[in-house]
């Protein structure tokens, strides 16, 4: 959860390490975690850099990234196959842990971008959590975009070439990030 590691990834907040500590967080999870905030970290210091037009709260979505998966901690099944039961079970046990309705949601939302109004932490949570593998989700990136062009009253195929330009380089680290989360076991 921290320390020096190969490739270079933010440590995770404190109170998130804790947090997976106290719930016996398998090291994969962790692993996956650090991965997804330290991708969270370049895109909200990109979109401060160059979008100072759009307003979000930054501690949110590196808190939402650092978290969003955590209740595989109670679906073991979900850190290496498919399912959804995560979603609700980790906001549940952010709640329950004393973490607010505001951050906790992430936990819910990170899959379901596209089923209802999100705020814009809540696109760039998804976001992060999409592309550490570089994996690229057109109608995910097409909200972004979306967003980026209201706010700074530029066209959307400017704010698309910005936007692809930094996912694309994200995106050229994905294969030592999943090296990085594949080295550590599933299982505590």
């Known amino acids: 959860m921290s320390g020096i590691v190969s ?19 398998p090291p994969r999870l962790a692993a996956h975690l650090r991965a997804v905030h330290d991708v969270a970290h370049q895109l909200v210091d990109w979109m401060e850099r160059t979008h100072p037009a759009v307003v979000f709260d930054r501690e949110a979505v590196l808190f939402g990234a650092a978290t969003h998966d955590v209740g595989k901690t109670v679906h073991l099944s979900e850190l290496s196959g498919p399912g959804a039961a995560h979603e609700e ?6 709640l329950g842990h004393g973490v607010s309705p505001r951050l906790a949601r992430f936990a819910a939302t990170h899959a379901s971008w596209a089923e209802s109004p999100v705020d814009v932490e809540d696109l760039l949570v998804s976001l992060a959590d999409k592309i550490w593998k570089n994996k690229r989700v057109p109608d995910l ?13 530029r066209a959307a195929w400017e704010e698309f070439i910005a936007l692809d330009g930094v996912l694309a380089d994200i995106g050229d680290a994905a294969d030592e990030r999943l090296a990085f989360q594949a080295s550590f076991p599933v299982h505590g």
């Open 141 to 153: 990136e097409d909200l972004v975009v979306a967003r980026l062009a209201e706010a700074t009253g």
């Open 7 to 25: 490739p270079p990834l933010l440590p995770l907040p404190d109170r998130v390490a804790d947090l997976l500590s106290e719930l016996g967080s």
């Open 89 to 94: 079970a980790g906001q549940t046990l952010l």
